[in-house]
């Protein structure tokens, strides 16, 4: 009777985990599903729609505000612990699979996969591994089997799979256009039939509705301008494909409380180096006001240590500084009330440590270091291209002045802008910057916000909870 019900028990578990006592399909036993894999690590694969979640391809510091992948993250809390970028720009879904292996053998638990833009745009071509020429009218079905070999052989290592469904190109003749409706037809019904697959439906999102089998249209402002036909998502686009993003995040990763943190993990303890990262405006060192700011009404002091100030090369915005405490009740926020008169314009709310002691005894070489902090864009804002916090630090490297930095969501003045119709919150995190072995450091700049605006605007932003994490490397 105890086997019998030892053994239901077992039935029962393996049903809930998605496999059976020979392990996820037969492919897998139990202990290696589980053991070596995080769901809070994605390996990313595909085209340029993978490469430019970052804008630094190769070095992968600065995150892009004009791709959703990041965008989602923040909007979902922050659960991705770390990306892998295996994208790379103008390749086929054949090709994509070079790279394949290298993704499957990260410590990732959830590979994200999107491509069959080019493949589409690129057919006849000769498949890049089974040398076959994959003729236009059949280009749909081959780029499925493409990426159907990337789903499977992540299923096989135990780990879930998130699809973009193809959004095509502008430039898409009505031949092309089928195509792009059969590979995406099968990726629908392949997220029915595999267990452990979700889709991302971006074209849901960019495609106009005056889309027609003839003509392939995005929505206005949604997609980058400026190149040879509309193919990648502006930062609106992104911003919206960002929130359906964060829906598929939220059902899958666990929220990590990373974006947390008290009064007493100051610069003193070596683990976060901000001091006052509750921004508390009552006792400490006085901030400072720079240029063009002014106390709001009610707020009797800036947070002390913070500099308050415009960004580099501004010399018209005027803004205000303002102090309440957090609706959530996670310390206090600061209130920016922004007027931007031109494009690049901004405010910049920084922390500086120089390289020498004793500020510099924080940060020697070999010290990662990540930036966090939560930003709440009121509705009404206009004008914004970048909102978010970013680390810069300089020093002598091999005899050269050398300045290195990471922006949790960076864009410029030509990539589009967020929406001002909503407002939204977003939990940064920018990638590890590790302190170089600079024979001479300089300084280490934390901007707990970096504003910029790509036209004139006007708007609010609320600052929460800024830190700069040092990270632990008693587990990598």
Same mark, same amino acid.
């Given at each position: ?12 578990? %393996?049903?809930?985990? =998605?496999?059976?006592?020979? =392990?996820?399909? +037969? ?30 391809? +190769? ?27 295996? =994208? ?20 990732? @638990? ?11 745009? $690129? ?8 040398? &076959?020429?994959?003729?236009?009218? $059949?280009? !749909? ?16 290592? @135990? ?16 031949? $092309?256009?089928?195509? *792009? ?20 439906? &971006? ?43 964060? @829906? ?23 683990? $976060? *180096?901000?001091?006052?990262? *509750? ?7 006085? +901030? ?29 915005? /005027? ?7 957090? &609706? ?17 314009? !901004? ?7 120089? @390289? ?9 070489? !070999? ?31 091999? =005899?050269?002045?050398? %300045? ?5 969501? *960076? ?43 790509? /036209?004139? !605007? ?19």
């Amino acid at each position: 009777m105890a086997g019998e019900i030892e053994q239901a028990d077992i039935r029962a578990l %393996t049903h809930v985990l =998605g496999h059976d006592e020979q =392990g996820l399909f +037969g492919r897998n036993t139990i202990g290696s599903i589980i053991a070596p894999r995080s769901l809070n690590i994605i390996a990313a694969i595909g085209d340029s729609t993978v490469e430019q979640m970052h804008l630094d391809s +190769g070095v992968y510091r600065n995150r892009s505000a004009y791709n959703h992948f990041f965008i989602g993250n923040a909007l979902a809390g922050n659960p991705v612990a770390r990306a892998y970028n295996f =994208g790379k720009s103008g390749e086929r879904t054949d090709q994509t699979l070079a790279r394949l292996s290298a993704a499957l053998a990260t410590d990732a @638990g959830v590979l994200y996969i999107s491509e069959g833009i080019n493949s589409i745009a $690129q057919a006849p071509y000769t498949h890049a591994v089974s040398g &076959a020429t994959v003729a236009a009218d $059949q280009v !749909g079905a081959q780029a499925f089997a493409d990426t159907l070999t990337k789903v499977d052989a992540a299923l096989a290592k @135990g780990m879930r799979v998130i699809v973009v469904l193809c959004h095509g190109a502008a430039n898409y003749t009505a031949a $092309q256009i089928k195509q *792009l409706v059969i590979y995406n037809a099968a990726l629908r019904r392949l997220a029915e039939l595999r267990p452990n697959v979700w889709l991302l439906d &971006a074209p849901s999102i960019l495609h106009d509705p005056s889309t027609t089998p003839n003509s392939l249209a995005f929505r206005t402002g949604y997609m980058r301008t400026g190149e040879a036909t509309l193919v990648h998502e502006s930062a609106t686009g992104a911003y919206f494909v960002g929130k359906l993003f964060a @829906g598929v995040l939220r059902n899958i990763l666990r929220l990590l409380p990373r974006n947390s943190v008290d009064g007493s993990n100051q610069r003193v303890n070596g683990l $976060q *180096l901000v001091n006052n990262p *509750l921004f508390n405006a009552t006792s400490g060192n006085a +901030g400072t006001m720079g240029a063009g700011g002014s106390l709001a009404s009610g707020t009797s002091a800036l947070p002390f240590e913070w500099n308050f100030r415009r960004v580099t090369g501004d010399s018209t915005t /005027t803004f205000t500084v303002g102090v309440e405490p957090n &609706a959530e009740g996670n310390g206090n926020d600061v209130v920016i009330t922004y007027n931007v008169t031109t494009a690049g314009g !901004g405010v910049r709310i920084n922390q500086d440590l120089a @390289g020498t002691s004793p500020n510099g005894d924080y940060w020697p070489p !070999g010290t990662m270091l990540q930036a966090f902090g939560k930003t709440t864009v009121i509705a009404g804002a206009t004008g914004l291209a970048s909102v978010q916090p970013m680390i810069e630090m300089n020093g002598t490297l091999n =005899g050269v002045s050398t %300045t290195q930095v990471t922006h949790a969501l *960076l864009n410029d003045t030509s990539h589009g802008l967020y929406p001002s119709t909503e407002g939204f919150s977003m939990d940064h995190a920018s990638e590890v910057l590790t302190v170089p072995a600079y024979s001479a450091r300089a300084y280490l700049s934390f901007r707990a916000l970096e504003l910029v605006c790509a /036209t004139a !605007g006007t708007g609010t932003v609320r600052v929460n909870m800024p830190q700069l994490a040092v990270r632990s490397t008693l587990i990598m």
